[in-house]
C-alpha cells in the first residue's frame, strides 16, 4: 500500500514517546510547495494542508507546550497522523483540512476537545512513496535540521463563533414637525384627518 503510505509518513512510533523523530533529513524541496493554515475555534483546531507541489504526499502534526525544548523524549499533547489509506493521501494541487486530536498511547485518535493553553505546532509532508530523494517539508524535529517553515503557535481556546444572530442597526425616523394654530398643536396625521373633515363639511 504504498510503501504502507510512506511508513505511515516518515515511520510514525506507536504511543507518543519519541513521536517527533518521525521526519528523516529533509531532501532539496521548494518551501512554498507544501504549507500549513491552523484554524482555532473554542477548544478545537484544525489545520488546512496545501499541497503545491507535483507530488502525493502524507502529513503528520504534533503540539506541543509552548517554547518546549523538542528531544527524543518529548511528547505531543495532540496532533494529527496521516492515515495508512490512498485515500489519505493529499493529491497534488490540493488542500486538505484535517482536525487536531489528543494523543493517546495508539496516536492522536483521542478527543478533539483540546486543553488550554499555548502550544506550537510542529508538522512534517512527505512525498509519497517516501524513498531516497523523496522531498520533505515542515518544520525543524531533533533529526531534520534543515526546514522549510517554523511551528505556528495556537492559543486555546480561541475566540468560538458568534451565535447570536446579527441585526442590522435601524436608522431613527425622524418625526415630522407638529402642525400648531395658536396655542393648540396636533402631529401631521390629525391633521390630515381634519383637512378631509374640513373638506367634507365645506362642500356644498
Known amino acids: 500500500m504504498t510503501a504502507r503510505i510512506a511508513r505511515r509518513t516518515a515511520g510514525v512510533v506507536s504511543g507518543c514517546a519519541a513521536a517527533l523523530l518521525m521526519f528523516p533529513a529533509f531532501a532539496h524541496a521548494a518551501p512554498g510547495d507544501v504549507?500549513?493554515?491552523p484554524t482555532v475555534t473554542g477548544s478545537n483546531a484544525t489545520v488546512t494542508?496545501?499541497?503545491g507541489s507535483g507530488s502525493l504526499i502524507g502529513c503528520n502534526l504534533y503540539g506541543l507546550p509552548a517554547d518546549t525544548a523538542v528531544t527524543g523524549?518529548?511528547?505531543?499533547v495532540f496532533g494529527y497522523t496521516n492515515p495508512e489509506t490512498l485515500s489519505a493521501v493529499i493529491q497534488p494541487g490540493s488542500t486538505k483540512t484535517v482536525p487536531l486530536k489528543l494523543f493517546t498511547e495508539t496516536g492522536p485518535d483521542g478527543s478533539d476537545t483540546l486543553p488550554d493553553g499555548t502550544y506550537d505546532l510542529f508538522w512534517g509532508c512527505s512525498e509519497v512513496p517516501l524513498g531516497e530523494g523523496a522531498e520533505q517539508?515542515?518544520?525543524p524535529t531533533p533529526v531534520g535540521p534543515n526546514s522549510t517553515a517554523e511551528p505556528s503557535r495556537l492559543v486555546l481556546p480561541g475566540?468560538?463563533?458568534s451565535t447570536a444572530p446579527s441585526?442590522?442597526?435601524?436608522?431613527?425616523v425622524e418625526q415630522p414637525a407638529e402642525t400648531c394654530i395658536g396655542e393648540i398643536c396636533v402631529p401631521p396625521e390629525v391633521v390630515d384627518i381634519i383637512g378631509e373633515l374640513w373638506e367634507t363639511y365645506a362642500t356644498p
Open 167 to 172: 441585526v442590522e442597526p435601524v436608522a431613527p
Open 159 to 161: 475566540a468560538a463563533p
Open 49 to 51: 494542508i496545501t499541497n
Open 73 to 76: 523524549d518529548t511528547k505531543p
Open 35 to 37: 504549507s500549513i493554515s
Open 137 to 139: 517539508w515542515g518544520t
